[in-house]
């Protein structure tokens, strides 16, 4: 069991820049590939990024090449996601997410789930 919290949503206007935190805590950390996904409104949830286990492999889904960096610490069992020049198509809860598993974009192949956080971009 590993328990996920999300932090670091808000309200940015378009061009800004926001990063969301992901707190880890109960199984040792580096046992998860751990993954950023987003939900819109009236929207499935969709892959964002992933990192595995010790970083050394990165994944983003095709809008956010160059603009979104995802990164872990495993000394502080956190995992990151940096974004520049947001857009409001950007705008949607961002969840992270860990799996046991190789490295998936699969939403289904993930075992645990944080609650959450919204990220507003104006227009």
């Known amino acids: 069991q590993v328990q996920l919290v999300e932090s670091g949503g808000g309200l940015v206007q378009a061009g800004g820049s926001l990063k969301l935190s992901c707190a880890a805590s109960?199984?040792?950390?580096?046992?998860?590939?751990m993954g950023w996904f987003r939900q819109a409104p009236g929207k499935e949830r969709e892959f964002v990024a992933l990192?595995?286990?010790?970083?050394?492999?990165?994944y983003y889904v095709d809008s956010v090449k160059g603009r979104f960096t995802i990164s872990r610490d495993n000394a502080k069992n956190t995992v990151f996601l940096q974004m520049n020049s947001l857009k409001p198509e950007d705008t949607a809860v961002y969840y992270c997410?860990?799996?046991?598993?190789?490295?998936?974009?699969?939403?289904?192949?993930?075992?645990?789930w944080g609650q959450g956080t919204q990220v507003t971009v104006s227009s």
């Open positions: 997410a860990a799996t046991p598993s190789s490295w998936t974009t699969g939403a289904s192949e993930y075992n645990y």
């Open positions: 109960g199984r040792t950390f580096t046992s998860y590939v």
């Open positions: 990192i595995s286990r010790y970083g050394g492999t990165t």
